[in-house]
């Protein structure tokens, strides 16, 4: 599809299951693709399945709950620097820009 955009939503961490052991970071991204317009409902079923399984793989390991933190969109790319530390891993490639999408009234 020509004109999918790239959007990714923050989820944080509401606490850690009692126990030994790494129970998960503080913050998980769930990411998605799609054409809708934001205002679209169709949106917010994609993206509430996005959310529902990256949240569930963390309540799943370790999360006791979650809050849902902000949405950004893909903004395009820009190379990989030659002095970053990810040159080694990622010569040639981009890293996305994203920016947070704010909420229309």
């Known amino acids: 599809m020509k ?8 989820l ?6 009692e126990g030994n ?3 998960g970071f503080d ?13 679209a ?3 917010h079923v994609i ?6 399984m990256i949240a569930g793989q963390q309540l799943d390991h370790g999360w006791a709950d979650y809050t849902v933190g902000k949405l950004f969109v893909q903004d395009g790319s820009e190379p990989v620097s030659v002095m970053s530390p990810a040159w080694e891993y990622h010569k ?3 890293f996305p820009i994203w ?4 909420e229309t009234a």
């Not at 004109?3 to 923050?10: A, L, P, Q, T």
């Not at 693709?33 to 934001?38: A, G, H």
């Not at 993206?47 to 529902?52: E, G, P, R, S, T």
């Not at 920016?99 to 704010?102: H, P, Q």
């Open 3 to 10: 004109d999918e955009k790239n959007y990714h939503i923050v």
């Open 12 to 17: 944080h961490a509401d606490g850690f299951k």
């Open 21 to 23: 052991g790494f129970k």
């Open 27 to 39: 913050s998980a991204c769930a990411h998605f693709s799609t054409s809708e317009s934001i205002d």
């Open 41 to 43: 409902p169709h949106f």
């Open 47 to 52: 993206m509430n399945k996005a959310i529902d």
């Open 92 to 94: 040639g490639s981009s």
């Open 99 to 102: 920016k947070e999408v704010k």
